[in-house]
């Protein structure tokens, strides 16, 4: 059985960074693709980044335009972790933030929440002075 668990939420001031972190178990990464997601309160989910190894290289990896330049997504396939570093963070960027995983996702549609398999549970980011 998988299971996705996150971590690494809490207040933070605008202008700060923040990494969150995704452990994953009962399976291996290889050959899946592996994405954050956020909830903003009253708004649908929305994606942020994605990522996809093949357990010996990185395949492709993309983010959402609002967060291209400040969010980098990477993953320890070693560890069963991905990550997701977030800098220069805004009060936009107040959501809850879900780790989800998924085996038929691919770069034209990892935004799609519908297509991913797993999900934890989420960790709160609060961007506040």
């Known amino acids: 059985q998988v299971h996705v668990v996150e971590s690494g939420g809490g207040v933070v001031q605008p202008g700060g960074s923040r990494t969150l972190s995704c452990s994953i178990s009962?399976?291996?990464?290889?050959?899946?693709?592996l994405a954050w997601f956020r909830r903003v309160a009253g708004k649908e989910r929305e994606g942020v980044a994605a990522i996809r190894h093949s357990g010996a290289a990185l395949m492709w990896r993309t983010y959402a335009p609002f967060v291209t330049g400040r969010f980098t997504i990477r993953i320890d396939g070693a560890n069963n972790m991905v990550f997701l570093q977030m800098t220069n963070l805004k009060t936009d960027d107040t959501a809850v933030y879900y780790c989800?995983?998924?085996?038929?996702?691919?770069?034209?549609?990892?935004?799609?929440?519908?297509?991913?398999?797993?999900w934890g549970q989420g960790t709160q980011v609060t961007v506040s002075t």
């Open positions: 989800a995983m998924g085996a038929h996702v691919d770069m034209e549609n990892w935004f799609q929440a519908n297509l991913y398999d797993d």
């Open positions: 009962g399976t291996s990464l290889g050959m899946m693709s």
